[in-house]
Nanobody, 124 residues
C-alpha cells in the first residue's frame, strides 16, 4: 500500500515558478514509477510528467516540455515537479500517482495510487 500527499501548490503570476512535492509512505515506493497529472475544471485529467523508479528516465507532455522538470529522491520517498515559466493555462489541480512498474507510464489507467491533489493557479 502506498499513500501519496502533494504539497507546494498556490497562486503565482504568469512567468513565475512553483515546486510541487509528492511525499509517499510505504517502503516499496522506490520500486514504483511516478507521474504527475493535472485536471482543470470541466476537463479530463491529463498527463504532465513521469519518471521511472530509478529516476533515470523521464517523459513530459509537449505542453510542459522545457518548462517543467520531474525528479525524485528515493531516500526521502519524495518526487518533485519543478514548474517554471508558468502560464495561465497551467492552472489546474495537480495530482501525483504511483504505478507498480519499473517503466515510464504516461496514461491514467496503469496507476495504482493517487494523491488528493494540490491547486495551482496562474494569474495573467
Amino acid at each position: 500500500q502506498v499513500q501519496l500527499v502533494e504539497s507546494g501548490g498556490g497562486l503565482v503570476q504568469a512567468g513565475g515558478s512553483l515546486r510541487l512535492s509528492c511525499a509517499a509512505s510505504g517502503r516499496t515506493f522506490t520500486t514504483y514509477a511516478v507521474g504527475w497529472f493535472r485536471q482543470a475544471p470541466g476537463k479530463e485529467r491529463e498527463f504532465v510528467a513521469a519518471i521511472r523508479w530509478s529516476g533515470g528516465t523521464t517523459y513530459y507532455a509537449d505542453s510542459v516540455k522545457g518548462r517543467f522538470t520531474i525528479s525524485r529522491v528515493n531516500i526521502k520517498n519524495t518526487v518533485y515537479l519543478q514548474m517554471n515559466s508558468l502560464k495561465p493555462e497551467d492552472t489546474a489541480v495537480y495530482h501525483c500517482a504511483a504505478a507498480r512498474t519499473r517503466g515510464v507510464v504516461t496514461t491514467v489507467a496503469p496507476y495504482d495510487y493517487w494523491g488528493q491533489g494540490t491547486q495551482v493557479t496562474v494569474s495573467s
